[in-house]
């Protein structure tokens, strides 16, 4: 009985101890699993560190290429302008002068409230055509050649060679203006005038621009 009890004990014994053996090669699996688990979980992890970073630093890489100062752009040259048609050196073809100045008041009860600079302009064709129409400036001076007031004058009666003209001109004048005043203060002995031509239409169309 006694060897019997020891068999089953010894038998017992070897069973318990190849459970035990069993239990410590799950206990080792089990922890060799987790070790590679932990192991493999801190290779995922390393990896999306490295990926976030390495998308960190692409992302700012970005930003440095777009936060790049842009390049002026190339300033093209601009084609070189056309020269104007050199005006004419032919002599000028009329002559202007001031003939007369005088003065009219304003009128209320005629309806008139202007008040205008008169003046007479006496205008000879010197060349050998017909002048259509003409424009230009005259000068006003004082006898020492002190501008008074420069006046545009506009013509659009012809002019021909054989007969001057004679042209009646007016200026509304404006009393808070002192060229004005001057104008219409100056006795007309004591002024000089002279016409610049500036353009001559002729009686055939074609036409003269002056200096």
């Known amino acids: 009985m006694w060897s019997q009890k020891f068999i089953l004990s010894t038998s017992g014994g070897v069973w318990l101890m190849q459970r ?50 842009i390049s002026p752009a190339v300033a093209m040259p601009f084609p070189a302008p056309t020269k104007p048609s050199a ?44 002048v259509r129409a003409f424009d ?5 001076t004082d006898l020492l050649d002190n501008i ?11 002019v021909s060679p054989t007969s001057p003209m004679t042209w009646p001109g007016t200026m509304l004048y404006n009393q808070f203006l002192e060229h004005h005043k001057a104008l219409r203060n100056a006795e007309f002995n004591n002024i000089k005038t002279s016409f610049e031509v500036h353009k001559v239409l002729y009686d055939d169309g074609t036409s003269q621009t002056f200096d």
């Open 20 to 69: 035990s053996g069993q239990v410590m090669i799950v206990v080792l699996v089990a922890v060799a699993c987790l070790g590679a688990g932990f192991v493999s979980g801190r290779e995922y992890m390393k990896f999306e560190i490295r990926t976030a970073l390495a998308d960190g630093f692409r992302g700012i890489s970005q930003l440095a290429t777009v936060a790049q100062p």
């Open 148 to 158: 008074i007031i420069n006046l545009n004058v506009a013509i659009n009666d012809p």
């Open 87 to 130: 005006p004419s050196t032919r002599p000028v073809p009329l002559q202007v002068s001031m003939s007369a100045k005088g003065w009219t008041p304003s009128n209320p009860r005629g309806g008139e409230y202007d008040e205008f600079v008169t003046f007479r302009l006496m205008i000879k064709n010197i060349s050998d055509r017909k």
């Open 136 to 140: 230009g400036v005259l000068h006003i």
